[in-house]
């Protein structure tokens, strides 16, 4: 698709488009007068992957500012969310259609709006930000360093992003009834770490005279990688895994670092001595479920609000508590969290190139950052899914008995990753029990986040080279990662050769791209 292509009608839509919002006494949030306004819109996610205009948040969104969307999703079956590539194969059945919508959502849209934007498939917003969407210009001022890391090598947005509230995301859990069982304190260090994880497995703490038990497991197994942290090493840069990271104002790699090579030897060493789960890279998401309530799992790294809901096992095994502990302290004396909550996703939505609506699209957009339209996008509908009660969206209880609450959202149209709005940490603190708040008050005090890596935008040279490149690199790094947690080779003997054959993949070209982006982009 070129630029040509999309250039007459960018023009003709931006001439025809109306320039005033009417302000109502009844309705100040309405866009457009008379008859509703129809723009059409794709919108891919994994956990809703197409758009329901009867969901109750569109519904409300169509009242509050007469603005009506119409699903016209392609590839509604599609993943667009892959942990391990970030697969936009929808997108690209958009594109390859030969129509795109007048608003595209999805998972995983910056890179691809980035890439097709300045080509014309996709409006740039700055222009249209800064004149008509008043909210966003002001979050924007507010946070300029946001603004750098959604911007496109030509220095134009093409997207609005889902931007997440909130510092903490996962931390270290352990069950502390074990370790009154054993006499055992909270551990302090990684030597402590190892001390109580070889004595979950040694001392049968569950007491059913079986060694049965394991005692680290992840539903994720890149949360075994994470560990390497205790060596000083580090297994990505944001909260996306396996990604780069910037040391020292320069990114490079963790997959390439010394501190890694130390952590994945002595992960070998805990996978061979049975310290972490036999199945870890087979479990898959049941893992946390499964060995919890069948008395067997010791220790994980997980999320604040889902985990601490396991302590309700306690009214089936006499004595649960599972209870998040400090990072214990690294091999140098370091403690840090690794995981955060990143402060920009590259999920969101972004106007078509054939949109003749752009300025009322872009208030549309805008409306999510009012405050009606986010409380809207995070916590539904008032007085169906919440009451407002001292100035504050509080959820009715039975709409917090009904089942997770992510999944309930999900399902009523609010928490969208496919839409550009700002999220409220205040929907997560409902539904998190005492355990998550005194844990996340152990972080807060702790003082343990680190700064992450927000991406690049590549221009067309650099592109060419990442992708030429970075595919076979990866694969390489975590086929031999895997291959030497579960002992096939040794990491030590093996890592000259295996540094030899990343520089061979091309390791320093990707890295001089991605450094030359990130100067371009925030350095500025």
Do not use: C
Not at 2 to 16: C, D, I, N, P, W
Not at 50 to 63: G, I, L, S
Not at 210 to 222: G, I, L, S, T
């Amino acid at each position: 698709m070129k630029k040509l292509l999309f250039t007459t009608a960018v023009s003709a839509a931006m001439a025809a488009a109306v320039t005033t919002t009417p302000t109502l006494a009844d309705g100040h949030l309405q866009i457009v007068k008379g008859d509703p306004l129809e723009l059409t819109i794709q919108m891919n996610h994994a956990r809703y992957p197409v758009y329901k205009e009867d969901w109750p948040v569109e519904q409300k969104a169509r009242e509050l500012t007469n603005v009506h969307l119409k699903d016209v999703t392609v590839g509604a079956n599609m993943r667009t969310d892959s942990e391990n590539t970030g697969k936009t194969e929808a997108l690209n059945l958009m594109l390859a259609s030969g129509t795109i919508p007048d608003i595209v959502g999805s998972s995983r849209i910056k890179d691809f709006v980035n890439q097709f934007g300045p080509e014309g498939a996709f409006l740039p917003l700055n222009d249209l930000i800064d004149e008509h969407a008043p909210n966003l210009k002001k979050f924007f001022a507010e946070r300029p360093e946001i603004a750098a890391a959604i911007s496109a090598a030509d220095g134009n947005m093409y997207y609005i992003p889902y931007l997440p509230d909130g510092k903490y995301g996962r931390a270290y859990w352990i069950r502390t009834d074990w370790l009154k069982k054993l006499g055992l304190e909270v551990p302090e260090t990684v030597e402590d770490y190892e001390k109580v994880l070889r004595a979950f497995k040694t001392q049968d703490p569950n007491g059913n005279g079986v060694a049965d038990e394991v005692p680290y497991f992840a539903r994720q197994w890149p949360e075994l990688i994470r560990l390497v942290t205790l060596w000083d090493g580090r297994s990505s840069g944001s909260d996306t895994y396996h990604d780069f990271m910037v040391v020292d104002g320069k990114i490079e790699h963790p997959y390439a670092g010394e501190g890694y090579r130390e952590g994945i030897k002595n992960l070998a060493r805990w996978q061979a001595e049975g310290l972490v789960d036999a199945e870890i890279f087979t479990r898959g998401s049941s893992a946390r479920d499964f060995l919890l309530s069948e008395n067997l799992g010791g220790s994980t790294h997980d999320w604040f609000a889902s985990t601490s809901g396991y302590n309700r096992l306690a009214s089936e095994i006499d004595g649960f508590e599972f209870k998040a502990m400090a990072p214990p302290a690294s091999i140098s004396g370091k403690r840090i969290e690794e995981h955060r909550r990143i402060p920009i996703k590259p999920d969101g939505w972004a106007i078509g190139g054939t949109n003749k609506h752009p300025v009322e699209t872009i208030k549309y957009f805008d409306f999510f950052f009012t405050e009606e339209g986010r409380r809207l996008a995070n916590f539904g509908v008032e007085g169906m899914h919440y009451d407002m009660i001292d100035g504050k969206a509080i959820f009715k209880q039975e709409f917090l008995d009904a089942g997770p609450v992510n999944r309930s959202l999900y399902q009523v149209g609010s928490q969208l990753q496919g839409r550009g709005y700002f999220q409220d940490y205040g929907y997560e603190i409902q539904w998190s029990n005492e355990f998550a708040l005194e844990g996340i008050e152990l972080y807060d005090q702790g003082d343990y986040l680190i700064d992450q890596f927000l991406g690049v935008a590549f221009n067309a040279d650099e592109q060419k080279v990442y992708d030429r490149h970075w595919g076979s690199i990866r694969d390489h790094m975590l086929e031999r990662q895997q291959s030497w947690i579960l002992g096939n080779g040794d990491v030590e003997a093996d890592w000259d050769d295996y540094m030899a054959q990343l520089d061979k993949l091309g390791l320093s070209k990707v890295l001089e791209v991605m450094n030359s982006a990130y100067k371009r982009q925030y350095n500025k």
